[in-house]
């Protein structure tokens, strides 16, 4: 098949097979393995996978990567080409199909299992519908821009490694975008610029999603517990991210000192995270009342448990279905993200606290990420705006004031206003 050929595939009608799976071991070495249809460890995956946690990837990105190299190999194995065949047209055709293909719908266990093992279609709704209460448009049938350029950059990633490791085809499936010519920098001299891959979709720039304090005090007021009461008011002062707040350990919290411990994602760092006071009310109204229920009791225990017996650690999972029931009762679609989102911007507009330290509370590698968080946020600029037209209008119906040296009843009389 030549690489410059048109495909006559069907990628209208083309269903991803589902065969093969990624699959989370209690392997460290392997903290995820991808089988094939067979139920084999794909050994180029493997290796490729064993890469990234040699570069210092946490767990959570190996996964994310795996899921992205399972979804490739489930579309090759749907045409029978193997991954070592692969060729632009095969990456050509997976970007095509990636742009106009609904994504597959998960349902939940207890479904599919009070339905015989085969439960109707979940219809998803439209992306372009937002949601009346956070403004945030639902999940769409279709691949998001952001999971298409994810996927691409992950298999040119993929095929480069295995190009340079000499295992791979000869010619990376996808490759780098054509390089552009740009205007002379000085004389005699010019640069080229690449864009990245050649198939990755534009992805459009989105500014972090903060919740308002009208509707931060709604969502506070739809929770049941003490402990959803205080995972939301640390996750809220401290801008922890959702996974790390679940890896505080019962001698982590510092009533006295106002201090959090948590392990940061990217680096496993333990950090003492300074959070508002009312958290840790909740916090101590949580752990008595955990504790008279029964929950394991250590300095070494987890903080964050499961309400019912048998008591289990709180997962994240756990932590999104809690927010998901309060969503459901206000009609809205918040992410446990969003609460970082709203930490971060309460205290980059705080003028009296340095941007270098909410920096660091939040644990970014760069200043430039921290001053995204700077510019106000839509729904200040919606309130500005609507005030500027307020005063437009008011201006509008104030009378004239007539300039010094001019009576009022003589422009009356001019003007006809007597009249």
């Not at 299992?113 to 448009?137: C, I, W």
Request: glycine letters at 6%.
């Amino acid at each position: 098949m030549l690489e410059t050929g048109d495909s006559a595939r069907d990628l209208v009608g083309f269903v991803l097979p589902e065969t093969g799976g990624l699959v989370e071991t209690a392997d460290p070495a392997r903290p995820y393995v991808l089988l094939d249809a067979d139920g084999a460890v794909v050994a180029p995956v493997e290796a490729f996978l064993a890469e990234l946690q040699a570069c210092s990837r946490p767990a959570t990105t190996i996964r994310s990567y795996g899921m992205d190299l399972l979804r490739w190999w489930r579309f090759l194995s749907g045409w029978g080409v193997a991954w070592d065949r692969a060729t632009r047209v095969e990456a050509r055709d997976f970007a095509r199909w990636m742009r106009m293909a609904p994504k597959p719908t998960r349902v939940h266990w207890r479904r599919r299992s009070s339905d015989g093992g085969h439960p109707p279609p979940v219809s998803r709704p439209s992306a372009a519908v937002p949601n009346p209460v956070t403004g945030r448009a639902a999940p769409g049938r279709l691949y998001s821009a952001s999971t298409q350029a994810h996927c691409e950059t992950v298999l040119r990633s993929f095929y480069t490694f295995h190009l340079e490791e000499g295992t791979g085809p000869i010619l990376n499936p996808f490759p780098t975008t054509r390089e552009r010519r740009r205007r002379p920098i000085a004389a005699g001299r010019s640069t080229r610029q690449s864009a990245g891959g050649r198939y990755r979709p534009s992805v459009p720039r989105r500014l972090p999603r903060r919740i308002p304090d009208s509707r931060f005090n709604e969502l506070f007021a739809a929770l049941r517990y003490n402990r959803d009461r205080a995972l939301l008011a640390f996750w809220v002062s401290n801008g922890a991210r959702a996974s790390e707040l679940l890896t505080s350990r019962q001698r982590d919290p510092l009533p006295g000192e106002q201090l959090l411990g948590v392990v940061r994602k990217g680096t496993g760092e333990f950090q003492q995270l300074p959070s508002s006071p009312d958290s840790f009310v909740w916090l101590r109204l949580y752990q008595e009342e955990a504790w008279r229920a029964g929950a394991p009791r250590g300095a070494d225990k987890p903080l964050w448990w499961t309400l019912r017996r048998p008591f289990r650690p709180l997962t994240y999972h756990a932590a999104r279905a809690m927010l998901n029931r309060a969503n459901a009762l206000l009609g809205a679609n918040w992410t446990l993200h969003d609460l970082r989102h709203t930490a971060a911007y309460r205290m980059a507009r705080d003028p009296q606290l340095a941007l270098t330290d909410v920096q660091w509370v939040l644990g970014h590698a760069h200043l430039t990420t921290t001053q995204i968080y700077v510019p106000a946020g839509q729904d200040e600029v919606v309130e500005a705006v609507r005030a500027h037209h307020e005063r437009q209008s008011h201006q509008a119906q104030m009378p004239a004031v007539p300039a010094a040296g001019y009576r009022t009843e003589s422009l009356n009389t001019l003007f006809g206003r007597n009249q």
